[in-house]
C-alpha cells in the first residue's frame, strides 16, 4: 500500500501489528510503503476493505525514548568526507552526531537500518568502488542516509566510526535492535 511518506508508513506499519488480522503472516514496511502479505486462504478483497477504515497512532513509537548508539569516530572515510564537504573533521562528526535520525525501512542484510535525518551538507555519494569486507558496527554514511553495519559485509558507504553496540542477535526477540520509525541518536565515545 502506498502511504506518501515515511510518517504515514510507520504508523500504518504499526498499526497493522498492533490489529493482528487474521491471513496477515507478514508486514514490510518501505520508505513510503507498507507490504501486507496474506496467507493464500485469506480473503483479499476484505483485508484491502478494512484497511483505509484502520485507525492510525499518532506516534509509530509510542513516544519510546531514541535508541542511542556509541561511536568511535575514527572512520576510514572520515577524512575524505570532510574534503567532500568542505567541513573539518570535527565539524563532520559534530553535524553527524547532533542529528535526529529515525529507522526508515530495513534492507540490504539484516537489521541495516537505512536512518533518515542525516544533516544535508553530509550527503555524499558511495565510494565508487565498495569494500568487499566492512566489519560490523561501522558507522556509515551515503546520499540522504546514515546507517550501521549490523554483520560483516560488502558495502559503499562511506565509514566514519564504529560502534560496539550489536544492533543484529539471534538470541534476541526480534533479532534486530532496529526497527521502522525507531529514533536513534548517535553518542560519541573515545576509544578504548
Given at each position: 500500500m502506498e502511504t506518501g511518506d515515511l510518517a504515514a508508513?510507520?504508523?500504518?506499519?504499526?498499526a497493522l501489528r498492533e490489529a493482528a488480522w487474521p491471513g496477515v503472516v507478514d508486514i514490510v514496511p518501505g520508505e513510503q510503503t507498507?507490504?501486507?502479505v496474506?496467507?493464500?486462504?485469506?480473503?483479499?478483497d476484505?483485508?484491502?476493505?478494512?484497511?483505509?477504515d484502520l485507525p492510525l497512532p499518532a506516534d509509530?513509537?509510542?513516544?519510546?525514548?531514541?535508541v542511542e548508539i556509541p561511536v568511535v569516530y575514527d572512520g576510514e572515510d572520515l577524512d575524505e568526507v570532510a574534503r567532500l564537504t568542505g567541513l573539518s573533521r570535527d565539524e563532520v562528526v559534530r553535524r553527524h552526531a547532533s542529528g535526529a535520525y529515525t529507522v526508515a525501512y530495513l534492507g540490504f542484510s539484516?537489521?541495516?537500518?537505512?536512518?533518515?535525518?542525516?544533516?544535508?551538507?553530509?550527503h555524499v555519494a558511495r565510494r565508487e568502488s565498495p569494500r568487499t569486507a566492512v566489519p560490523a558496527g561501522s558507522v556509515a554514511i551515503a546520499g540522504p542516509y546514515a546507517a550501521v553495519y549490523p554483520s560483516r559485509s560488502p558495502?559503499?558507504?562511506r565509514l566514519l566510526g564504529r560502534s560496539r553496540l550489536p544492533l543484529w542477535d539471534v538470541t534476541r526477540?526480534?533479532?534486530s535492535l532496529l526497527r521502522p520509525g525507531t529514533r536513534v541518536r548517535f553518542v560519541p565515545e573515545e576509544p578504548s
Open positions: 508508513a510507520h504508523r500504518l506499519n504499526a507498507v507490504l501486507v496474506a496467507d493464500p486462504s485469506a480473503d483479499l476484505r483485508l484491502a476493505a478494512r484497511l483505509p509509530a513509537e509510542g513516544g519510546a525514548e531514541p539484516p537489521g541495516f537500518g537505512y536512518l533518515t535525518g542525516l544533516d544535508p551538507a553530509l558495502g559503499g558507504w526477540e526480534p533479532p
